[in-house]
């Protein structure tokens, strides 16, 4: 049975949930400002070639993603936790990773943190995924002891400490001062025991701020660009002159991050010994197989998806939840033979074509998309 958006209760991790929902089927009906009517994917395709060979049976979905095998290239993205309602969806949320093999990650424990009580909704995940590879979830504004706290709750495998400046300064209640952030994070990757990765919440990171990022230790970056779940809109419809509309489409798409960082001194080895010192990861307005591979073949290692996957939990159940990841899983790999690309690595040579307003972004950010279009 699907969990109604019409039981969640009041309170911000609830109504964050409810909202998400809302301004899904206010998008899909183009009625949200900001957004362009055609996927935020949809500027990147792929130069077809009548005789891929291989095989579909040949194909290889493994990837590697903090030093830790996967077996599917894509992943339950951070969404939700802090409440009663939101500690139903996460524990249906790890029954669906648990049943396909898939990795998770919850949304920030930071409610947790402050309200002990509170925890289980995120140590559900772990008890209904015991197998899963799970991603932990703070601020940076959390301290080494709160985020070894939120490691604690789930056994996490890896933590994101997730960068959401823009939905801060929306937010009725949220933080003025960001000053700090970069000396925290710096703290939390010598403190903790597990890998750390910095993440957007849906306006992108640029190159400059992976730059940043990487200059603290940091190794995998999830760039979560705009198109997906939108938390300035999500905010301002807590607010009640609902000011900050305008903002709708601020940030960058996730295929405009991954271009930006094409060729960026950031992404290279610092010594022969490093085979690849900075990891991708990239989700945002990830809505089908065919977004995943996109991502893949412009240089992420693994897709996080969070939006699409919460909205089939919500309104059709957690058995159609299951029988969806386990369609991807076959059409990515339907998708990567039809490409000709054997294994993740291989699609980072296929012929990728990117036009649009994605082209123009890259060509002002100095991109050469000619030889994009022309690498096999």
């Known amino acids: 049975m699907a969990i109604s958006r019409d039981t969640l209760g009041g309170g911000r991790k ?62 339950i993205n951070a969404m939700t936790g802090g409440s009663e309602k939101t500690a139903l969806i996460n524990a249906d949320l790890a029954r669906a990773a648990a049943a396909t093999g898939v990795a998770m990650a919850t949304g920030s424990a930071s409610p947790a943190l402050k ?13 209904n995924a015991p197998d899963a590879f799970l ?9 080494v002891d709160q985020a070894r706290d939120a490691v604690g ?7 994101q400490v997730h960068a959401n400046p823009a939905q801060e300064l929306v937010m009725p209640e949220g933080d003025r001062d960001f000053s700090g952030w970069l000396d925290r994070l710096s703290d939390i990757v010598a403190g903790v025991d597990v890998p750390v990765v910095v993440k957007e919440v849906g306006f992108g990171l640029s190159a400059r701020s992976v730059a940043e990022v990487v200059a603290r230790g940091v190794r995998t970056i999830d760039v979560s660009g705009r198109g997906g779940t939108n938390f300035i809109d999500i905010e301002n419809r807590r607010r009640e002159k609902q000011e900050y509309a305008y903002l709708s489409g601020w ?62 939990l919500m309104t059709d159940g957690l058995d159609t939840l299951i029988d969806e990841i386990t ?8 998708l990567m033979t039809l490409l000709g690309a054997a294994s993740v690595a291989e699609l980072r040579q296929v012929d990728v074509l990117v036009t649009g307003t994605t082209a123009e972004f890259a060509r002002l950010r100095g991109v050469d998309l000619a030889a994009l279009a022309q690498r096999h």
């Open 14 to 75: 609830d109504e964050h949930v409810r909202l998400a929902e809302e301004l899904r089927e206010l998008r899909d009906a183009g009625v949200v400002r900001g957004v362009s009517p055609h996927g935020v994917w949809d500027d990147v395709r792929f130069m077809h070639h009548s005789f891929p060979g291989g095989s579909f049976d040949g194909v290889s979905l493994k990837t590697s993603v903090c030093g830790r095998d996967w077996a599917v290239p894509f992943y």
């Open 115 to 127: 309200d002990p009580s509170l925890a289980h909704s995120f140590a559900v995940v772990r008890e």
């Open 135 to 143: 991603f932990a979830n703070v601020s940076p504004e959390m301290t």
């Open 153 to 159: 709750f789930l056994d996490a495998d890896a933590l």
């Open 251 to 312: 940030g960058q798409t996730a295929a405009e991050c991954l271009l930006d960082l094409q060729g960026s001194p950031v992404m290279l080895p610092r010594d022969v010994s490093e085979e690849e010192p900075v990891q991708v990861i990239a989700s945002g307005g990830v809505s089908t197989p065919l977004d995943v591979v996109r991502a893949l073949s412009l240089g992420a290692s693994a897709v996080g998806v969070s939006g699409h996957f919460l909205h089939v």
């Open 327 to 334: 369609e991807w899983i076959s059409q990515v790999r339907t």
